[in-house]
């Protein structure tokens, strides 16, 4: 059914073809993605990884091989030589338009079936079909551009840290489960039947050893594994930049990796990305944009009106700020001819991040319109029109609730009204943003204590050292994260290298030393020691990709990826396993009818 | 405990410091590698990544630091700074033996309790105490080398690759069970509880699959997983360094592998390779050297001496040649001196490789001495010298059996008389090899049936398919190998992308249509669009640091390495898992008692 290649060998890629190699004689070998007949000639269109180049065939170029074409049908893969000549009728919308190859001699190396998915740019088949058949899902130019933006990402990200002196390391796939943090995929073992090891979610513990073990500057581009109900954009293996370095402070990770960033996107995408790359503090980047992960592509902040509506005769304002909440607004310009069905809208929107209510303002041509007229007077609005540098034409929003209620709604309505009314001007700005000085610790309310922000390891800052045991809610950590366009890109911390503040830290969350001991020990033995101060970040690279190749779903940027229920429709994995290995691993099947 | 760098910058490493830095100030970090006192003065020899300085602390040079100084222990982390002298009784050992530093200032960032092992070059201690404190292990200089020359040969395998246009692509860790091979670590599935994942052996039907894809040249530095009995040298994950193109032949990928192998031996290691590098066919590395993968760093050949005794009264050979075996032997030149004991030890030796004796000839100076004297004419003895080119003083080793029991037998005696008699005389020589034409499949005794000798993929040789049905032991394959100094390397094939001939090799192989289509499936579906002739290459990245850094311990070369049951004395995987999460997976326990 196919042709041997005997020899043959390809001198060209379809997509290099160019005016210098007319009268060349060379060898294309690719796909055929459209055949037709014209004039007494048959064009086929050839397809690689770099392009499409037209081959014509005719009597008069060589008659067997124009029999041959005439049956040869899309998808199906060849060899062709010829010379190369320039068109009579030229495209100029490809790079190889200009010229065609007159084909002398064709090798049909293996037929087709008629593809279930048409091979073409922006496909819009159903995801099920194109995981199935990913293999030819993956023939899609605009799929294979992506995987070659993630290869060129991966090798700048190398080269910049090689050149910068960090080491390639590989550390375990097969470990211990990790104590907090996600769930964890395990692998029972044969050799301790009943017994599991863990994936990594992360190589957390290990790069932090590898400081500990002198290796200075590490780094990995490396599978990462979380065992959680897969939302959007999220599969159950991902991959991390990952890296760390010693004898270093906040500063100086932050300066390596902006210095990476730069490079990277620079080498991938001729983006100059303006160094230094602006700072926000947590408490800034909540309290103006309500989130950890602003969005800075458009303006629009959050504006505290607290003051200025303080003595308003409004139960919601009031008892609000009488629970340590606040008052808080946002303008939209242009926002005052609104209807009212899209603002109830607005109001239904906030509601699903617990808010309870969304006042307004229209401050229209022929006066102020308001959800809470009754209780405005003239002092009051002006002050807040004033506060929130409102104009004529302008809408005002205002949330009030506890704080951390206010910012989440604000925040995410600061979002909906971004894409509402088309508020991010340049779609291709990549706006950059350290967020750093994160709380160390976040609260958990249902079990009344207090967890990691980030992890166990990251190191308070030495200013809110002092707060430690005493309001460990106040503490401040040596952790930032690296914030592109709304998305986090990347995080890391500082870590702590003092075995007594790592103590106190595991008194702070709760662990008696027994139990730190038991989760943690060979991390805690290991920094017994001499660690050195250390501290790194990960970035994540499928998100990365996502960002320089223009896409919004993740499976876009992972060869074979599986669907929301960690499926893969193309091996159909995960299987039944074998009875007998089962009992080796001293496992057996128990599910439950449901 | 640990004092902060309260901005303080490293500005060298400890290993650079040159005469040319004289009379700056710089600041070094790292750990102390012995602190003596020495004339009124400290002398701290101090260690990182890069190499050990010295740095003196007196009195006269900064009264503070020295007071310091006196209390420091091996293995504190701290910091120095100071001026860079010249000493006056240089060391010419080390390549910072020409100066030292004045210390001026000294901070202790982190102390340390006594090791339990001595951070010192070749470290001798248990291998489970220095795995349980592998990150003090680690700090040893000659870990650390190892360790800087496995990224060196990461690095350069991929700026190898790169510019030959190979794309990075990663494949999934979260796979099939596959059907062939050895035992697959299985991950149990929340989402389809009683159903398991696999993790891969190898990314090989991946690898294909993105050819067909039309990625054209595919490489990945990848985890792969097997859970074996571990033999020494075997470790449950191991890393290959894979890679597969299209539209190519043996000789393309034979020779773009020739390309990388120099890269990074000469990039590594100043190594040139030659090229091109020497072949030899499955049969005649079988008939020379008893293996496929020889040791051709000393000649011995084995040589068939089944024509000189074939007329002998010696029954041993008689039925060995009656069942269509062979008689061989290996000449050990010098070996006419050999005294009894040691002669028999090779008997008992090559009983262990299933021979059922060793027959011997010694050419004395006085006249010949051999094992099978009453069955030797002088015609015979003369004959057999002659076909040997053995020489006075020489001793001849025959094994008669099956030929697959001679080969063997011979072949692992040629290593032992290698290894006995220091037959290589350059240890630092790096001997390739391609051995080519291996058998496509092997003949399974117990189960009566062909295996595939590589994988069910791999395609035979043009000359042979007219074998496949009718005599498939003889068939020969598009496989080939490279060893190095009698290791594999690196191995690969050719791949089958004719569908047709893909089923005759299923049917070869015993599969029925359904069989392999439930085995196999979504590669055999992916070959009905076109697949492009291809192949590719698999080298073990773990064996080629060993050779690099000159080790025979896989674990050398591994950061984290699991001992011979897969367990890691470190982190204490693997480990009891929650029971609300085996819950979850719809698994439990089951350990039969012993």
Known sequence: MGEALGG????????????????????????????????????????????????????????????????????????VTGEVVLREAPNHNMPTGLVELKCESLKILSESDTPPIYIKEGLDAAESIRLKYRYLDLRRPDMQRIFMIRNRISKSVRDYLDDNNFLEVETPMLTKSTPEGARDYLVPSRNYPGMFYALPQSPQIFKQLLMVSGFDRYYQIVKCFRDEDLRANRQPEFTQID????????????????????????????????????????????????????????????????????????????????????????????????????????????????????????????????????????????????????????????????????????GALRLELAKQFDLIKDKNEFNFTWITEFPLFEYDEEEGRYHAAHHPFTSPMDEDLDMLETNPGEVRSKAYDLVLNGEELGGGSIRIHDSNLQQRMFKALGFTEESAQERFGFLIDAFKFGPPPHGGLAFGLDRMVMFLAGTENIKDVITFPKNQNAYCYLSEAPNIADEKQLQELGISINVKEK
Chains 1, 2 share one sequence.
């Open 243 to 410: 890296l760390e370095m010693s004898f270093v402070e906040q500063e100086d990770v932050i300066k390596m990796n902006e210095g990476l960033i730069a490079h990277v996107f620079k080498e991938v995408a001729g983006v100059d990305v303006k160094l230094p790359i602006k700072r926000m503090t947590f408490k800034d980047a909540m309290e103006k944009y309500g989130s950890d992960k602003p969005d800075l592509r458009f303006e629009m902040e959050i504006t505290n009106i607290t003051e200025d509506v303080k003595d308003m005769d409004f139960v919601v304002f009031k008892s609000a700020i009488e629970a340590g909440g606040s008052v808080r607004a946002l303008c939209l310009k242009g926002g005052a001819d609104l209807g009212r069905k899209p603002i109830d809208k607005l109001g239904e929107f906030v509601k699903t991040y617990k808010a309870k209510g969304l006042a307004w303002i229209q401050l229209k041509e022929d006066g102020v319109k308001s959800s809470i007229a009754k209780f405005l007077t003239d002092d009051v609005t002006n002050s807040i029109v004033k506060t929130m540098g409102a104009e004529v034409g302008d809408a005002i929003f205002i949330v009030a609730d506890k704080n951390s209620v206010v910012f989440q709604s604000l």
């Open 8 to 79: 043959l060998k390809r001198t060209l890629m379809c997509g290099e073809v160019r005016e210098n190699n007319v009268s060349q004689k060379i060898t294309l070998m690719g796909w055929v993605q459209r055949n037709r007949k014209l004039g007494g000639l048959q064009f086929i269109d050839l397809r690689d990884r770099t392009g499409i180049m037209q081959i014509v065939f005719g009597e008069a170029i060589n008659a067997e091989a124009f029999e041959k074409a005439k049956d040869v049908r899309p998808e199906y893969c060849i060899a």
